[in-house]
């Protein structure tokens, strides 16, 4: 079954939902949370995954959630139920997001977190 994970009580509208597709993507995830919340201190910033995973990806993320600073999303989609791939995950990671920007990031670490603050001053 999809299963679907968000915070309660988001106090307001965040500025930046960063978006982040997911295949097995296990041993980045911890990393990959960890920078986001480093460089993004005193933003208002939620973090919406969409998990097309065989690995224990979906665990991870859903651990991490439980002790990060900041709300993290996730929507675990299960074999047969992953329409479009990695297309189909942002459609429907735009439709879960709530930031007034959203900031789509690969899982991969290619894409530093360290530079959503300067985007964001770009807006
Ligand atoms: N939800 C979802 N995410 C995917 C899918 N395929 C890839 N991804 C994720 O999309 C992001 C980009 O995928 P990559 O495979 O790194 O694509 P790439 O950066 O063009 O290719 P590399 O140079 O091989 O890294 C990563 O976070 C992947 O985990 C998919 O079918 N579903
Ligand atoms: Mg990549």
Known sequence: MTSITRPEGLPGVPLVSILVPTRNESANIEPLIARIERSTQGLRVEVVFVDDSDDDTAERI???????????ALLARPRGQREGGLGGAVLVGFGLSSGKWICVMDG??????EVIRDLLAKG
């Open 62 to 72: 859903a651990r991490m959630a439980k002790r990060s600073s900041l709300p993290v």
């Open 108 to 113: 991969d670490l290619q894409h530093p977190p």
